[in-house]
């Protein structure tokens, strides 16, 4: 069929299931600039979605009050990658210049984090 693009049905099975993205992290372990859905009691799924946003070396707002089950995006538009770490609960990787990393808090708390690269950089989550 010229003119015409064609995607076969398992694919678009996987496409519809994947809720439309090729391309994520499910693990939490890595960025990615569809984002990445971190531990704390589970994957992402739908709900509330959060952006601190990564600019001049500090996380802004920090700190950010959420219910449980709300997905964190951290979104960088600073010069430089930079890290989201809480040691032993997650660890970004870098996430490059205009790259985005997401996880979900399903438990109570409260979760401070730094960016290893720049260790002056840190923020807090606090999930109430």
């Known amino acids: 069929m010229a003119g015409r693009w064609y995607l076969p049905a398992r694919f ?60 964190v995006r951290w979104q960088n538009n600073g010069p430089s990658p930079h890290t989201t770490t809480a040691a032993g609960l997650w660890d970004s990787g870098a996430v490059p210049v205009n790259g985005t990393f997401t996880r979900t808090f399903s438990a109570t708390g409260t979760f401070n984090y730094v960016c290893t690269l720049h260790p002056g950089m840190a923020g807090q989550i606090v999930v109430e």
């Open 12 to 71: 678009a099975l996987a496409l519809v299931l994947s809720g439309g993205m090729l391309a994520c992290s499910s693990d939490g372990t890595g960025p990615s600039q569809n984002g990445g859905n971190g531990g704390n009691g589970g994957g992402g799924g739908g709900g509330t979605v959060r952006t601190i946003t990564i600019t001049d070396f500090s996380f802004s707002p920090s700190p950010v009050t959420v219910e449980p089950g709300t997905q």
